[in-house]
Every structure is written in C-alpha cells, then in structure tokens.
C-alpha cells in the first residue's frame, strides 16, 4: 500500500493523519511534546492506540524508540560517525532490522532488511513540494514502517535546519 505524508504537518507538537494514496485517511498520529522528550501517539482511526513513539533521553546521538503493548519493538538511531552524512538504523531488540539508504534530505530513500527492500519513500508523482509517500508491500508492518519514517523525516529535517 502507498501512504501520502505532509511534510508540514509532520511537527512533534500537532495532530495530523496518514493517508492512502486514494486520498483517504488511515491513520491518526497524535503529537504531543514533552519536557523529557517529544512522543507520537499512532492510532488507527476509532482512536486506538497502534503503537507510539518516544523520543530516548540521555542517548548516544539522537534515538526514538517505537513501543507496541507498553514493550519496546524497535529503537530508530541516526548513526554518528559515519563516512555517510545520513546513515540511519531501525534496531529491534538484540538485533538489527532495517538499515534506510538513499537520500534522505531529497525524501527518496528504501528500507532495506539485507539486501531486500521492504519499503520506498519517495516525493516522484506527489503533488506539493512537502508532500512524499512511502510504499509498503504486504506482508510488512505498515505501522512499524511508518513510525521509522517519520522518525527519520524528523531527523533530517532537524539536521537540514541546523545547517541553514
């Protein structure tokens, strides 16, 4: 399935929804900023809680960790140190997951599990200038794709605005 994002409205502090590609919304994300870090609520569209982000204090480089159930389910982490100036991991408990590549201040950027892509962000065919989607096959945790994502898009528009 393809999702349609606003990057504008992808601010920790507002409430916004993911839509499909047929325009439609899917999903609910509830941003809520807290004084120990920022945290996303994921809920499907009755208000039920999917999954939520929260930001990891007193972290090595800035780390979001994903929670299903109260448990962790993955941690997203911007590599530091890299000969890559974006280099980005998805983690799930004592093991690597995810590993995105590409570009990702341009938005156009895979999750990549080895060598298989599981996932495509991409701005090609979006209207707007702000505006990307990201493609999932089935068969993949739409939710947990999607929480990387725009953790991601978070951090890069975070490491982008400090370099302007």
Same mark, same amino acid.
Do not use: C
């Given at each position: 399935?393809?999702?349609?994002?606003?990057?504008? +409205? %992808?601010?920790?502090? /507002?409430? &916004?929804?993911?839509?499909?590609?047929?325009?439609?919304?899917?999903?609910?994300?509830?941003? $809520?900023? #807290?004084?120990?870090?920022?945290? +996303?609520?994921?809920?499907?569209?009755?208000?039920?809680? #999917?999954?939520?982000? $929260?930001?990891?204090?007193?972290?090595?480089?800035?780390?979001?960790?994903?929670?299903?159930?109260?448990?962790?389910?993955?941690?997203?982490?911007?590599? %530091?140190?890299?000969?890559?100036?974006?280099? &980005?991991?998805? @983690?799930?408990? !004592?093991?690597?997951? #995810? @590993?995105? !590549?590409? /570009?990702?201040?341009?938005? @156009?950027?895979?999750?990549?599990?080895?060598?298989?892509?599981?996932?495509?962000?991409?701005?090609? /065919?979006?209207?707007?200038?702000?505006?990307?989607?990201?493609?999932?096959?089935?068969?993949?945790?739409?939710?947990?794709? +999607?929480?990387?994502?725009?953790?991601?898009?978070? +951090?890069?528009?975070? $490491?982008?605005?400090?370099?302007?």
């Amino acid at each position: 399935m393809r999702y349609v994002l606003k990057q504008q +409205l %992808l601010s920790w502090e /507002d409430d &916004f929804f993911i839509r499909s590609d047929h325009d439609h919304d899917v999903f609910f994300v509830d941003g $809520k900023s #807290l004084r120990a870090g920022d945290q +996303l609520s994921f809920q499907d569209l009755t208000g039920r809680e #999917l999954a939520y982000v $929260k930001q990891k204090v007193f972290a090595r480089g800035r780390t979001f960790e994903i929670y299903r159930n109260g448990m962790i389910e993955a941690v997203v982490k911007e590599q %530091l140190f890299t000969l890559q100036d974006y280099h &980005f991991t998805v @983690e799930k408990p !004592r093991k690597k997951d #995810l @590993e995105a !590549r590409g /570009d990702f201040p341009g938005r @156009e950027y895979t999750f990549q599990r080895g060598e298989r892509v599981v996932a495509t962000v991409s701005k090609t /065919d979006m209207k707007g200038t702000d505006t990307y989607g990201v493609e999932i096959p089935d068969g993949e945790d739409d939710v947990y794709i +999607l929480a990387a994502a725009v953790v991601i898009d978070e +951090l890069a528009s975070t $490491k982008r605005r400090a370099r302007t």
